[in-house]
């Protein structure tokens, strides 16, 4: 008799304990401990309560496996290749004999997964059978093992809270870099009797490479470019947004003093100065003189633009290499144009002319001439919708794969 009633007073200890344990945890879990709060009382519970005295807990942090806590195993956490020697438990594994020597140091291995993917691996060695009077050992093993899985889903749901404030911020960062670059777009193109200009963009990401402006030099002249860094994402925009800085103050205060060709030896040394070789930016630049028609160009690198009249096309190609490819240009070649009444410039970064369909096809120039052919009569500003309307339809279900970038200009009597 009074043995039965010690086993139920042990049974009931036992019980009494793992509730105890789990409440607390809970509790602690509930409070938003720390992940160092919450692997001390695991630990508590684990080694003093229970008399575990050698452990190894790796947990995966979504990068690498690392331990996360060791005790009474020192240096054993550097012998074990986790994905080699402990991806294959699926299940609590008494470790009899392994070939793997690092693994004999202990005496169960208890895995902790999650939707089919492994979290954790728990690596207990030394027991203490005699602890609250539990014996075998092994009975401890789902308590442990259900413990260990309630710690390590704790600490995985606070590192995707952190990751989700984290990209939070980075995306409020990014908004606001986004609307900062817009404000290096110009919003305000001319449309009268000389001249009619308007401009889309379409970003990949909130914030990309390309950039296009249009600037008045006084009632005669206007200077026009567009240009892509190679790249995408923050890095690029970070690029364009010193070049754009660069290039606005050469024309605001020097360009009265310079050669279009001096002009781009000065940024392709200020490229290489930011870039270091790691990017290079394809530049068209142009300048246009209203009273004696003449469009003078230089092409660094970038998709031709194209001249038309509605009927013919020309290419504008010439010019040398993007800016950043060299230390110096070998060569720049600029072309002297006279332009006619109603003659039309597109100007586009790569992102418009390589889009690809959902066969992988590319949309290419012919079909960009043949759109503005067909609709030459437009306004710059309906041109520049249709285009992007037609770019859309054209892909059908795929994504644009590139920042995509388009000003056009009609040049009148």
């Not at 790249?231 to 605001?252: D, E, P, W, Y």
Request: negative net charge; contains cysteine; aromatic residues 8%.
């Amino acid at each position: 008799m009074t043995n039965n009633v010690n086993k139920i007073l042990e049974k009931l200890e036992l019980k009494e304990f793992k509730l105890t344990s789990l409440l607390e945890v809970t509790r602690a879990i509930n409070e938003n401990f720390s992940t160092d709060k919450l692997l001390n009382i695991y630990q508590y519970i684990l080694r003093d309560q229970l008399g575990i005295s050698r452990l190894l807990l790796f947990n995966h942090d979504g990068e690498e496996w690392k331990c996360i806590i060791r005790f009474g195993a020192k240096g054993k956490s550097k012998q074990i290749n986790v994905e080699r020697d402990l991806s294959h438990i699926t299940d609590i594994t008494v470790i009899e004999s392994s070939s793997q020597a690092s693994l004999n140091s202990f005496d169960i291995v208890i895995p902790v997964h999650h939707k089919n993917k492994a979290l954790a691996y728990l690596l207990l060695g030394d027991l203490n059978e005699d602890r609250l009077q539990i014996s075998p050992t092994i009975k401890h093993m789902p308590f442990i093992q259900t413990l260990t899985n309630i710690i390590i889903v704790a600490i995985e749901n606070k590192r995707f809270a952190k990751r989700i404030i984290e990209q939070e911020r980075t995306n409020k960062e990014l908004e606001l870099a986004s609307e900062m670059q817009k404000l290096l777009f110009p919003r305000n193109f001319p449309s009268n009797n000389r001249l009619d200009v308007a401009a889309t963009y379409e970003s990949k990401h909130l914030v990309g490479g390309d950039y296009y402006d249009f600037m008045q030099l006084n009632n005669e002249e206007y200077v026009m470019c567009i240009a892509d860094v190679s790249g995408k994402g923050m890095s690029a925009a970070l690029v364009m947004s010193n070049f754009q800085a660069h290039l606005k103050a050469i024309i605001q205060y020097n360009h009265k003093n310079m050669t279009m060709q001096e002009l781009v030896e000065q940024l392709n040394e200020t490229v290489n100065e930011v870039t270091q070789g790691e990017k290079f930016i394809t530049f068209f630049i142009a300048y246009y003189n209203c009273t004696k028609r003449v469009l003078k160009y230089i092409n660094a690198g970038h998709n031709y633009p194209i001249l038309t009249d509605g009927k013919r096309a020309k290419f504008l190609n010439k010019g040398c290499v993007g800016l950043g490819m060299f230390d110096a240009i070998p060569t720049i070649e600029m072309e002297q144009l006279q332009i006619k009444p109603n003659d039309t410039l597109v100007c586009f970064t790569d992102g418009l002319v390589e889009l690809e369909n959902e066969e992988g096809e590319q949309f290419e120039n012919d079909r960009l001439i043949e759109l503005i052919h067909e609709n030459f009569h437009l306004k710059m500003k309906d041109l520049n919708s249709l285009i992007f309307h037609k770019l859309n339809e054209y892909k059908g279900k795929a994504h644009f794969l590139d920042d995509t970038a388009l000003m056009s200009c009609r040049f009148f009597g």
